[in-house]
């Protein structure tokens, strides 16, 4: 990419720059930061909230006024931050800095999987399907190869200092490696290669290549985040970062080593198996947990879940899971049975409102909005409870619903929670 940007750009990213340190340096976000810290090392308080705007950036969306692609990309990480302040007022921190990854060329597989992609009536490519490259997974096998990577150190820091350059004097230009966030999703990656009903149908015929399968996937993972570790390409993610499905990784317990050479135990994980939903407890003990374990026992801190149900598999094997810190609660799952489990543990209880009240229609209904948020804050009832608004699509022409929501769970956590 070429870094060169128009003078005009310049001085407009400075402007957009200091505004976004502005409300940084508000008291409240200090405030924020001491509670995210103490909510996340178990220290009594209220619940954290926070609603994720990646799904529904499109209905808020402000054009971007810059021309170049590297100013666009300043500019939007910087719009990013501004909005959520702007917009929800929950409990994210507005960051004093912006962050680039490495430029690392990662290929799983040995193999392409195409994919085939639907349009909805905005023109969103939100529907799509994986063109599976294994057709039968005992003899395909042989086609996939170990995963290969290689990372640009002179183009990574070209363009980190070509960022400071232009807002590093108001802004941290920080390098941030995000594998942790979405990298580790093992059955996703099943689902890629082969497919939801071959893959169900393989745990029965052929449970010993389902294992080969999950061995497979699982070690190249291993290897490939080792492989970070070891070229020092891991960030720390103890503090103002994505750590989990949409919370914050704000944490004492996490040090950076005194050496500087940052590991995997030293760092939060995200994983799920949001694909195994339609196996048994059992089975997924068998074919799936050993696999995810394997991978938690690398880190340090864990979040697990997403989407899927974890009261069906609760006691089953998940409840020891490594080093699990959070667990999502999805709209999906028993809250009351997950409270009763997780009351007097360690285990935050990640809930993730159903993203209907936010999602449908224009209008927003307080009342089944309380009434249902009020059935999660007597389940979670004695937990270390957050919320976290999720696969919200659309806010149905109405962006004041957001602010709302977190103003009216806020009033009832003043009001209930003890």
């Not at 080969?212 to 985040?225: A, C, E, F, G, R």
């Not at 989990?244 to 990784?249: E, I, K, P």
Request: aromatic share 12%; glycine share 6%; proline share 4%.
């Amino acid at each position: 990419m070429n870094y060169k940007i128009e003078k005009w750009e310049r001085e407009y990213l400075r402007d957009y720059a200091k505004k976004q340190l502005e409300i940084a340096n508000l008291p409240i976000m200090q405030e924020r930061i001491k509670r995210w810290y103490d909510h996340n090392e178990n220290k009594k308080g209220k619940p954290m909230i926070v609603i994720e705007l990646a799904s529904f950036k499109d209905d808020v969306r402000i054009p971007l006024k810059t021309q170049s692609d590297f100013a666009r990309n300043i500019e939007s990480a910087i719009q990013n931050n501004i909005q959520i302040h702007e917009l929800f007022d929950d409990d994210e921190v507005c960051p004093d800095s912006i962050s680039f990854g490495w430029d690392i060329k990662y290929r799983e597989f040995g193999v392409d999987i195409p994919v085939k992609k639907s349009k909805d009536a905005l023109g969103r490519e939100i529907g799509f399907e994986y063109q599976h490259p294994l057709n039968d997974l005992e003899q395909d096998f042989h086609i996939l190869k170990p995963f290969t990577y290689t990372v640009d150190r002179s183009n990574s820091f070209a363009r980190l200092e070509a960022a400071k350059d232009i807002v590093g004097d108001i802004l941290k230009v920080e390098m941030e490696n995000g594998f942790q966030r979405w990298g580790n999703m093992i059955t996703q990656k099943v689902i890629q290669l082969i497919g939801m009903e071959k893959w169900m149908i393989a745990m029965i015929e052929t449970p010993e290549i389902v294992h080969k399968l999950m061995d497979y996937l699982t070690s190249n993972l291993i290897s490939y985040q080792q492989w970070l570790q070891d070229e020092g390409l891991l960030t720390m993610n103890n503090g103002n970062h994505y750590a989990g499905a949409g919370s914050r990784g704000f944490t004492h317990e996490l040090k950076k080593p005194a050496d500087g050479h940052i590991r995997l135990k030293d760092l939060w994980v995200n994983v799920n198996s949001q694909e195994s939903t339609g196996i048994s407890p059992e089975m997924y003990k068998e074919f799936v947990f050993p696999y995810i374990d394997r991978v938690a026992k690398e880190y340090g801190m864990v979040y697990y879940g997403c989407c899927e149900a974890v009261h069906p598999t609760w006691d089953t094997c998940l409840k020891d899971l490594s080093n699990l810190r959070k667990v999502s609660i999805s709209p999906w799952c028993d809250e009351q049975f997950m409270g009763e489990r997780l009351r007097g543990t360690k285990i935050i209880y990640s809930r993730k409102p159903s993203p209907h009240f936010l999602g449908v229609g224009y209008d927003f209904d307080d009342d089944e909005y309380k009434k249902y948020m009020l059935n999660t804050l007597n389940a979670a009832k004695g937990c270390n409870l957050e919320i976290i608004y999720r696969d919200v699509y659309t806010l149905g022409g109405n962006p004041s619903k957001a602010k709302r929501a977190v103003r009216l769970l806020r009033e009832l956590i003043d009001k209930y929670w003890e």
